[in-house]
């Protein structure tokens, strides 16, 4: 898949044009690019201007409840966060993504739902987050993979750890 296909699957078709042919090349120079000093790989210097390139098209924090009012923010009707839930969840983050999902699949039923991802990589504690068709979103994880960035579904993340070490406040 081609960087741009890839840039237009992360957005649903937002990022398009001179725009998006800008942020192809800045992505694309990205390891031969000047960087800060915490940028130790070409994996991450593609991380990192990729999340620059987008910032306008994400929910990006390090509190679930501001993540979802930005979420919130790019649908016309979408409901408040759920603090009720997270209070009844013993403080695992897990019912939230669950709920979020099926809020999620329900729009956009025409183009398969969509379906909340993370960009892995920013050097901080904060969740860079995309909302992207579901039916792209193997693609996605799959060709970002291929430049070393690293997508994953909150949701599949937050399952594995329960699975694994039961529930943890987060």
């Known amino acids: 898949m081609l960087l741009s296909e890839l840039l237009t699957k992360l957005t649903c078709g937002d990022l398009e044009g001179e725009e998006l042919a800008e942020a192809v090349t800045a992505i694309t120079d990205a390891p031969s690019a000047p960087r800060d000093e915490w940028i130790d790989s070409d994996a991450q210097a593609y991380t990192v ?19 979802h009012e930005q979420i919130q923010d790019m649908f016309d009707e979408f409901p408040d966060f759920p603090y009720e839930m997270l209070e009844d969840s013993g403080g695992s983050a897990l019912p939230y993504f669950e709920w979020l999902d099926t809020e999620l699949a329900q729009r956009a039923v025409d183009e398969g739902g969509y379906e909340l991802i993370q960009i892995d990589g920013n050097g901080s504690d904060e969740m860079d987050a995309l909302v992207v068709y579901r039916r792209d979103t193997n693609d996605i994880i799959q060709a970002a993979a291929l430049m070393g960035v690293t997508i994953r579904q909150p949701l599949t993340y937050y399952r594995g750890i329960e699975a694994m070490v039961g529930k943890r406040p987060f």
């Open 49 to 67: 201007a990729i999340l620059l390139h987008l910032a306008c098209h994400m929910a990006s924090s390090d509190k679930l409840d501001e993540l």
